[in-house]
């Protein structure tokens, strides 16, 4: 091993040495949420760029129509000015959705397909964008970096870091509490763009009871309790996203 190679991961180590110590004194989430956003699209760029995924954009009505609805629900604050969020739909029929670092949201075609509202579908992106507002992703990358994996992936200088960390990726399952953190936050900006709340109610209702949601239940565990905060935020003077014709144009966005 060279002094220069040496030297850097012994400031690889200084530096993880530091954050661990910080976080046990003050908690690893007020730290992260302290990292400015442009860090985290920049180690976007390193570890989730590789993700694979098929865009659809062969239909310029449905994509028009997505943009639109993702626009009822962001930005919609100063707090919104903080991060960003792309939303993308993908070639893939397993029902689940997912965020990434910098504020990269995937919805499969076969979540698009099974939500029944757009309402539904709103519900669904609210509470991704929950996760990217509350920085869970970064915590959560964080968390495994200092893990045996995650430091051997650092130090060991080979070719398979890229595939380990799109596998955490797909794969990462996030706590209770920080989906606990998600459906607030998504139900909060449900409430601020006057969306019906009920849509995202009905959805995860339906999870719990369809043996052909147990995908997204595995990644986003859900209860009794989900169910009864929507009943805490107000759901008066909400209106329709779009049309019923509208939306079926939406559910058909991968299709030519």
């Known amino acids: 091993m060279t002094d220069r190679a040496s030297k850097l991961k012994g400031l690889v180590w200084v530096a993880i040495t530091c954050l661990l110590g910080v976080a046990f004194a003050f908690g690893i989430s007020p730290v992260v949420r302290a990292i400015?956003?442009?860090?985290e699209i920049s180690l976007s760029h390193l570890f989730s760029s590789d993700l694979p995924s098929q865009p659809c954009r062969q239909n310029a009505q449905a994509e028009s129509l997505l943009n639109r609805l993702v626009k009822?629900?962001?930005?919609?604050?100063?707090?919104?000015?903080?991060?960003?969020?792309?939303?993308?739909?993908i070639h893939n029929p397993v029902?689940?959705?997912?965020?990434?670092?910098?504020?990269?949201?995937?919805?499969?075609?076969?979540?698009?397909?099974?939500?029944?509202?757009?309402?539904?579908?709103?519900?669904?992106?609210?509470?991704?964008?929950?996760h990217v507002q509350r920085r869970h992703i970064l915590e959560g990358a964080i968390i495994h970096i200092f893990t045996t994996q995650g430091i051997d992936m650092i130090f060991s200088g080979g070719t398979?870091?890229?595939a380990?960390?799109?596998?955490?990726?797909?794969?990462?399952?996030?706590?209770?509490?920080?989906e606990a953190e998600a459906d607030e936050a998504g139900l909060r900006r449900l409430q601020k763009a006057h969306v019906d709340n009920q849509g995202f109610k009905?959805?995860?209702?339906?999870?719990?009871?369809?043996?052909?949601?147990?995908?997204f239940i595995s990644d986003h565990p859900s209860n009794g309790?989900?169910?009864?905060?929507?009943?805490?935020?107000?759901?008066?003077?909400?209106?329709?996203?779009?049309t019923p014709e509208e939306w079926q144009v939406l559910k058909n966005y991968c299709q030519p």
Not at 36 to 39: D, E, S
Not at 75 to 88: A, C, G, K, M
């Open 36 to 39: 400015p956003w442009n860090w």
């Open 72 to 89: 009822r629900i962001y930005p919609l604050d100063h707090e919104d000015t903080l991060f960003s969020i792309d939303v993308q739909v």
């Open 95 to 130: 029902i689940n959705a997912y965020a990434a670092l910098g504020g990269k949201i995937s919805v499969n075609s076969g979540l698009l397909k099974q939500a029944e509202s757009p309402e539904e579908f709103a519900g669904v992106l609210s509470h991704e964008i929950g």
């Open 160 to 162: 398979s870091s890229t």
């Open 164 to 178: 380990d960390w799109t596998e955490y990726f797909l794969r990462m399952n996030f706590t209770r509490s920080q």
């Open 202 to 215: 009905h959805f995860f209702e339906r999870m719990e009871k369809s043996e052909s949601l147990s995908t």
């Open 225 to 242: 309790a989900r169910m009864e905060m929507v009943d805490t935020f107000d759901n008066q003077g909400v209106t329709p996203i779009m």
